[in-house]
């Protein structure tokens, strides 16, 4: 028992890379648990193991061998992060919660009949060593600028959260970013500070500082500026690329291909407003048709909402609310999930793509549509998947996201190795 030893490299490394985990000192065939354990930024515990037979040398590689039993169930380096389970008792989970940069820590052990036999700890980080974070409040912008390491010139990336406001999940992509070598700016724009408080008839407007502020700064890489969203902020990010011609890349993860209503506090959501505006104008957009009332108490799935939408609407109507999207100067990448419960954005996105294909656009276009997965496709990838619903913070309601824990965790990890290589085409590095 106290010969065997675990060894886990890198100990210190970024979310969206893969650790290694190897055991030896094991007699061959030996059964072994391999545990992990981590705490979220909300302070939720998570869980997962993996039990394994040592080969015959007495050795377990966890990224060579198939676990005989655990929380997930074929050949994985990182399967142990991503299938990590809440630890909670008379409540709903809630997904793994990031709300900062801080890295997590991931305890690593080995059991051997019941019996702690090697640990190791390793740390998570969202944002490589050297990488530095500044609040940018000018010209009325709530943003945060993340600065890769190197004198640059570096390409620069705008990054844009979706309906749950604030900085959720642009903040910590923009770290990840960062850590890649991307002058990357998380701007939030709405629910934060003097921002309004829902996300109705945003100004477009608004957009244009920041992205200003981004070619101003004299280590960025000049007339290359990619932007980055998520759901509403996937919408919003095609709508940018088709308003600003100094954008010049578009990343949208499940996106949408028409404007769409606004979104207030409150189980119902519903603004009879659209969600954008321009020039002191709201943006033509596609209403959503009354529905059953919903509860608060009961996970909610919101695509049959949007479909009916889309489908049942005036065709005129939705012709009206779509998104010029072959107005964007460059190349569009979408990512969706097969089994987007919270909008059809497979279907969104295959609407963008003929929309761009019948237009000629002159520029690729590619839309990644992942099976058994949801609209939680988004990075950071080789974190906890186990959880496909939460409560809205803006409308205070439980949705259903779709998807299950494998398909969920192979769409974050494949669909994130694909931005950074579309990025990296399109900055040329």
Known sequence: ????????????????????????????????????????????????????????????DVSAQAPIGG??????????????????????????????????????????????AAAADVERWLAAPGVTRTDVREDGLVSVFFQPTGRGPH?????LGGSGGALRWSEQVAALLASRGCAALALAYFDMEHLPPNLVEIPLDYFAPALQW????????????????????????????????????????????????????????????SSWAYRGEPLPFLPRRPGGEIRREVPVALTPV???????????????AAIPVERIRGP??????????????????????????ERRHPYPFRHLCYENA???????PYLPTTVTQSRHPIRDIVLLSGGDTRGNATAKAQGWAEVLRFLGEHFGR
């Open 214 to 273: 981004l070619r101003a700064r004299p280590d960025v890489t000049p007339g290359k500026t990619a932007v980055v969203g998520a759901s509403k902020g996937g919408e919003l990010a095609l709508l940018l690329g088709a308003t600003y011609p100094e954008i010049t890349a578009v990343v949208a993860y499940v996106p949408s291909n028409v404007v769409h209503e606004g979104i207030t506090r409150g189980a119902d959501g519903r603004a009879g407003k």
């Open 374 to 380: 949801g609209h939680s496709v988004g990075p950071p």
């Open 155 to 159: 390409p620069a990336v705008l990054v």
């Open 332 to 357: 569009v990448l979408l990512i969706s999930g097969h089994d987007d419960q919270l909008w059809p954005s497979p279907v969104f996105s295959e609407l963008v793509i003929k929309r761009l294909s």
């Open 306 to 320: 949007y479909l009916d939408a889309l489908r049942n609407q005036d065709p005129g109507i939705v012709e009206w």
């Open 71 to 116: 929380t997930y169930g074929a050949v994985d380096a990182t399967g142990l992060f991503w299938s990590m389970v809440p630890q909670v008792e008379g409540k709903d989970p809630a997904p793994f919660a990031l709300t900062s940069v801080t890295p997590i820590t991931v305890a690593l052990s080995a059991e051997v009949e019941g019996k702690q």
């Open 1 to 60: 028992m106290a010969s065997v030893r675990m060894d886990a490299e890198p100990r210190k490394a970024l979310a969206d890379e893969k650790v290694h985990i190897k055991l030896t000192g094991l007699a061959p065939g030996q059964r072994v648990t391999v545990r992990a354990r981590a705490r979220d930024h909300a302070g939720q515990v998570w869980e997962s193991n993996a039990a394994f037979a040592a080969d015959g040398g007495g050795n377990v």
